[in-house]
């Protein structure tokens, strides 16, 4: 099993940039695939970005593309989402997931380990 913990959560104002990282503890990092997801209040949580166990893949939703960027490094079991240019529809909490998956999944089920999330607000 692999615990996760999200970090670097806060308030920025439009166009502003955050960085959130994932540490994970247990079973070594590299493992697993892992990705971002986000729910907004009264919303579905959504796919944001995943990468897979190497990080030679990534996967983005539609919405942030050319905006945020995933990384990851796996000797220090900790994953990354570099976000820019965030807009007010970006405020949401922001959870960490791994999957033992070999690609990169977009949906939440692939993903049996989450971390508790941490909040983004942007304001306008």
């Known amino acids: 099993q692999v615990q996760l913990v999200e970090s670097g959560g806060g308030l920025v104002q439009a166009g502003g940039s955050l960085r959130l990282s994932c540490a994970a503890s247990?079973?070594?990092?590299?493992?697993?695939?892992m990705g971002w997801f986000r729910q907004a209040p009264g919303k579905e949580r959504e796919f944001v970005a995943g990468?897979?166990?190497?990080?030679?893949?990534?996967r983005y939703a539609d919405s942030v593309k050319g905006r945020f960027t995933i990384s990851r490094v796996n000797a220090q079991n900790t994953m990354y989402l570099q976000m820019n240019s965030l807009s007010p529809e970006d405020t949401a909490v922001y959870y960490c997931?791994?999957?033992?998956?070999?690609?990169?999944?977009?949906?939440?089920?692939?993903?049996?380990?989450w971390g508790q999330g941490t909040q983004v607000t942007v304001s306008s």
């Open positions: 997931a791994a999957s033992s998956g070999v690609g990169v999944g977009t949906l939440g089920y692939e993903y049996p380990y």
């Open positions: 247990g079973r070594t990092v590299g493992s697993y695939a």
């Open positions: 990468i897979n166990r190497i990080g030679v893949s990534t």
